[in-house]
């Protein structure tokens, strides 16, 4: 049992670089969230999808989009990176009246 | 704005109880959860309470809460080197999603 899954685990990119984080998870769960985790603070929510076809915008949104493309899969993309969005990415997911659940992360440095 | 608040670090013997506070804001809190982070991976669920409890044991952990308070605690018994990692603090309301709101972390350090 896979639980949620991310990929890649690391990533360097320069400035101005797009690229796309992937999550899946094998828990038939509806929601799905991303978070960056920066130190000294807790995570915090980027984008979230309550269920398959839906995302809404989280506490800091600015600088990403995501796709929800179906109930298993919930992807972030960053369209022209920048040095600001250097983190640690978690993605989540969730079932009816349970707890989330994270991936390991997806750590990524913009140089 | 809904804030969660922890200690940054603490230190305990090998052996001794580590007991971890949080104080949260948000009186409409309905989950409070206590998540733990080993260097380099991802957050494991440790446990959680319902706001309408006060207490919640599991093995070597034990939950209080106070709801009157705000403030939320996570005791380990015999604490063990392999317990060393960052602990945080999470707060659910009952919204739609679920959303949670992090504490910054308690870096728990575990010496012989």
């Known amino acids: 049992n896979a639980g949620v899954t991310q990929t890649p685990k690391f990533q360097v990119l320069k400035t101005g670089q797009s690229m796309t984080l992937q999550c899946a998870q094998d828990m038939n769960h509806n929601s799905m969230y991303w978070y960056r985790q920066d130190p000294g603070m807790g995570l915090r929510l980027i984008y979230y999808s309550a269920s398959e076809g839906t995302t809404d915008k989280g506490e800091v949104p600015n600088g990403y989009n995501v796709s929800r493309l179906n109930k298993r899969e919930f992807s972030l993309r960053l369209e022209s990176a920048a040095p600001s969005q250097t983190s640690v990415y978690f993605c989540a997911s969730r079932g009816t009246a349970m707890p989330q659940h994270f991936g390991d992360g997806t750590r990524l440095s913009i140089l | 704005g809904e804030d969660v608040e922890q200690s940054l670090f603490l230190s305990v013997r090998e052996g001794d109880s580590s007991v971890i506070n949080c104080t949260y804001t948000?009186?409409?809190?309905?989950?409070l959860y206590w998540y733990k982070q080993e260097p380099g991976a991802g957050l494991q669920l440790l446990t959680y309470?319902?706001?309408?409890?006060d207490m919640k044991q599991d093995q070597r952990l034990t939950v209080l809460l106070n709801k009157k308070d705000k403030h939320l605690s996570l005791r380990i018994a015999d604490t063990q080197t392999g317990d060393s990692a960052i602990y945080f603090c999470?707060?659910?309301?009952?919204?739609?999603?679920?959303?949670?709101?992090f504490g910054a972390g308690t870096r728990l350090a575990v010496h012989p």
């Open positions: 309470i319902f706001s309408n409890m």
């Open positions: 948000d009186s409409s809190s309905t989950y």
């Open positions: 999470a707060e659910s309301n009952s919204g739609g999603y679920n959303k949670l709101i």
